[in-house]
């Protein structure tokens, strides 16, 4: 074992708890997790963070980084630096709002050229079920997508779109015949078409136009069809709290069905959003304090698995006051973790929670078995937070591309001192370093 890094701190997150440790790091894998006084080998380099809290890193499976085709949007390279600056060591990349979407083999490739040498962190891929790529999804399987995502209703770009039920069924058919993972945008279009669509600045109207019902019943329907083909579903961005109690009956029932969440879910309220301030425009949208209240008992119960960002964002000029016809999508990547980590602290929950949620949860989900967790065998991969820290959030510190975020004044708990990857920092107080990511495909 030949140990190059020692990473100590008072407060190490591992899966048997929080302890003083001390990280013997070997080739940027994960050695062994010693006690905190043990001595440092010989020629190995000793960091030490004092009481600092050392966290697996994270793992982002929902970010729209638009890379090639909309860049001016976002891209590889300010993507992966604001997921370093944010402690996330892992993203995966959404299949649309590129050009081209990821929806065949050679569109993968595509991707993977632009994203290599931009690459502040390990970044993996979806790729996309359309109703005319049935044929390509077995060939993208095996180029070692994670999975593949699909939209129930319309998509917001023309090149990506949505699946009725019949096709959905076929495509969940071809994707379970190789034990694959469907990831799903559940919002049911009939639902979304009967309800009121008023444009204008009003945020109760926005929200009156993307009904709890269009999910409640867009997450039956996918649960009824995952459990008669024994097929692997994810439902994305759950927003409707009214859809837990159907999804947790379905888990006991041994449906093959996961759930996550995100930051803004969990964080902002309806209540609060200014008219007219469509930077919280997102589908589904935030609803109110009570919905958000009930999420948060859906992540203490299990029946949701994972927190991570649908980091989607567009130029300003998308953002018009409209909510109707603005874009939709909220820039959180490097934001996710204090801002989880405020609204966890204040309603009892403690880190070890947090990691659960935001690092081992995404990491199961995407299979990736080197990632999510402090012990041996796994990629050296952390963040180092001082929780009890706070800052105020300025958008000119984001290292996304377009600094438009939701989050724009509030004050946080919980900053990132540093992240590493695979035993090298990557982000030191917010500098970040030279592109060192490494392009990820499904290890099983
Ligand atoms: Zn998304």
Redesign the pocket.
């Known amino acids: 074992m030949d140990v190059n890094l020692v990473l100590r701190s008072t407060r190490v997150i591992t899966p048997e708890g929080t302890r003083p440790a001390s990280i013997a790091v070997s080739g940027g894998t994960i050695a062994a997790v010693l006690p905190y006084e043990a001595e440092v080998p010989a020629g190995a380099r000793l960091e030490d963070v004092g009481d600092d809290v050392v966290l697996p890193g994270l793992v982002d499976t ?1 970010v ?1 980084v638009n890379d090639p085709g909309r860049t001016e949007w976002e891209g590889f390279w300010t993507a992966t630096r604001a997921a370093a600056a944010g402690g996330i060591t892992t993203l995966l990349d ?1 299949p649309l709002n590129s050009l081209p979407p990821t929806t065949t083999v050679e569109n993968l490739r595509v991707k993977q050229e632009v994203a290599r040498a931009k690459a502040h962190v390990d970044v993996g891929f979806w790729g996309g079920a359309l109703p005319d790529n049935v044929k390509d999804l077995r060939p993208l399987h095996d180029a070692g997508v994670f999975g593949f995502k699909c939209f129930l209703s319309p998509s917001g770009v023309e090149e990506f779109p949505e699946l009725d039920q019949e096709r959905l069924a076929t495509s969940l058919a071809e994707i379970s015949g190789f034990d694959g993972l469907m990831i799903v ?1 559940a919002e049911d279009p009939h639902h979304l078409a009967a309800a009121p669509q008023r444009p204008g600045g009003a945020y109760a109207d926005f929200l009156a136009s993307r009904p709890r019902d269009a999910e409640n019943t867009a997450i039956e329907n996918l649960i009824n069809q995952a459990r008669r083909l024994d097929a692997r579903v994810h439902v ?2 759950l927003s409707s709290s009214d859809a837990l109690p159907v999804i947790a009956a379905a888990k006991a029932e041994g449906v093959k069905i996961t759930v996550e969440s995100c930051p803004h879910f969990l964080t902002l309220t309806a209540e609060e959003i200014p008219d007219g301030a469509t930077e919280f425009k997102c589908c589904p949208p935030i609803r109110e304090a009570v919905n958000q209240d009930a999420l948060w008992q859906g992540l203490a119960d299990g029946t949701i698995d994972c927190i991570v960002s ?1 980091h ?1 964002p567009s130029t300003a000029d998308l953002k018009t006051p409209d909510f109707a016809s603005a874009w939709g999508g909220i820039s959180s990547l490097q934001l996710g973790l204090p801002a989880i980590w405020t609204e966890a602290r204040r309603r009892g929950f403690d880190l070890t929670d947090v990691v659960r949620w935001m690092s081992e949860g995404p990491a199961r989900l995407a299979g990736l078995t080197r990632k999510g967790a402090i012990e041996a065998g796994r990629d050296a991969d952390f963040a180092v937070l001082a929780p009890e820290a706070t800052f105020t959030v300025d958008p000119a510190d984001l290292q996304h591309r377009n600094r438009i975020t939701a989050y724009a004044g509030k004050t946080l708990h919980g900053v990132v001192t540093s992240t590493w990857l695979r035993g090298e920092r990557i982000a030191d107080n917010g500098t970040l370093a030279e592109p060192s990511g490494r392009l990820l495909e499904r290890n099983n």
């Open positions: 929902h729209h959404m945008h994305l961005h649908d989607s």
